[in-house]
């Protein structure tokens, strides 16, 4: 079972970094379509569409001025389900720009299939069309308007030993009222200047794209441990991610982000955990450095040369704890410091 959160601590691409050539296809979709009158009519802002092949999600954004958009995303089916200002009875308000250049809301309903399927193939074209009734007619935002261009970069699978030690001070905590008080004693509290943490990993697998922006590949984890001055919940909380899943990623966002993700759900084996009184748990924690360098480009290409090494970085260690079922998150930490990463190429 994913839980949120972690979601996104899945994948990374060390590549030392000649992309093979992409396989492409294309996903489109409009974004404006005229009236009958000669106006045209636009999606409103915040409208997106939430594209989900069960191995792949991410939210591609339709508004804008732009009229075309790239995209890169894996071939596979898809559901593509339109979001954003849709009443409940599928009443969207959408931009009419008249002739003169006035801007008027028009209400139209949405008469398409909503979620659709798709599917994108390498090397083909699929499209997405949405259907509109409006007091004049219908409409068809249908292809032509936007372009998504839909590729996938096959990410190498060169190894590398990582390594990440965060010195960190606790500076946001959020506890769940039905949290056991026992827990919450045990677990860092703002302000804890000692939420220091180590992992040190070597990639185990192939790297995959998990977003638009975001690349990771699993980890076998060598050495896990809190600082024995942290308060004990936090060591235990890492202990019982053993057996459990690891992964590194590193985010296009602004400022790149490299990443290291452990969890497990399951029985407790920790003081800690084992008195509370609940079967099975969620645990998880992560540590994440904001990158001084650009390594991971637009096509999904990671240039590893550009951060082999050793470096000092800003960073945060997060921490989480799910009850039993997964409907409570009962501790959810932000520790914000100071991260070591080290990333050691292996042929």
């Not at 060598?222 to 235990?236: M, P, T």
């Not at 399951?266 to 924690?285: C, E, R």
């Amino acid at each position: 079972m994913m839980k949120p959160g972690f979601a996104a601590l899945a994948c990374l691409a060390l590549v030392a970094c000649t992309a093979p050539e992409p396989a492409a296809g294309k996903l489109a979709v409009a974004l404006t379509a005229p009236g009958p009158d000669g106006s045209i009519y636009r999606l409103p802002a915040s409208t997106f569409v939430a594209l989900d092949s069960g191995a792949f999600s991410d939210l591609i954004v339709l508004d804008g001025a732009s009229s075309t958009l790239s995209i890169d995303v894996p071939p596979g089916t898809y559901t593509a389900e339109l979001q954003g200002n849709l009443f409940a009875d599928g009443v969207l308000p959408l931009e009419r720009t008249l002739i003169d250049g006035s801007v008027q809301t028009a209400y139209a309903r949405l008469t398409s299939a909503n979620p659709a399927s798709v599917t994108v193939s390498a090397g083909l074209t699929s499209a997405l069309r949405y259907d509109f009734q409006t007091a004049g007619g219908t409409l068809s935002f249908a292809q032509g308007s936007l372009d998504i261009d839909v590729h996938v970069t096959e990410v190498g699978a060169d190894g590398a030993d990582t390594s990440f030690a965060a010195l960190a001070s606790t500076t946001q905590v959020t506890v769940h009222r039905n949290a056991p008080a026992a827990l919450i004693a045990s677990l860092p509290a703002v302000g804890d200047r000692n939420a220091n943490v180590t992992v040190v990993a070597s990639l185990s697998g192939a790297w995959a794209q998990l977003g638009v922006d975001t690349v990771c590949a699993p980890a076998a984890v060598s050495f896990r441990g809190a600082d024995g001055s942290a308060r004990v919940g936090l060591r235990d909380l890492v202990s019982e991610t053993l057996g459990g899943e690891a992964n590194v990623c590193v985010d296009r966002a602004t400022p790149q982000v490299v990443s290291i993700g452990l969890s497990r759900e399951g029985a407790p084996t920790t003081g800690t955990f084992t008195g509370l009184g609940q079967a099975s748990f969620f645990y998880a924690f992560g540590i994440h450095a904001s990158l001084p360098v650009s390594v991971l480009d637009g096509h999904l290409t990671l240039d590893l040369d550009a951060f082999a090494g050793r470096r000092a970085l800003p960073g945060t260690v997060t921490t989480t704890v799910f009850a039993d079922d997964a409907s409570e998150t009962w501790y959810r930490a932000t520790h914000t410091g100071t991260v070591t990463v080290e990333i050691r190429p292996t042929p």
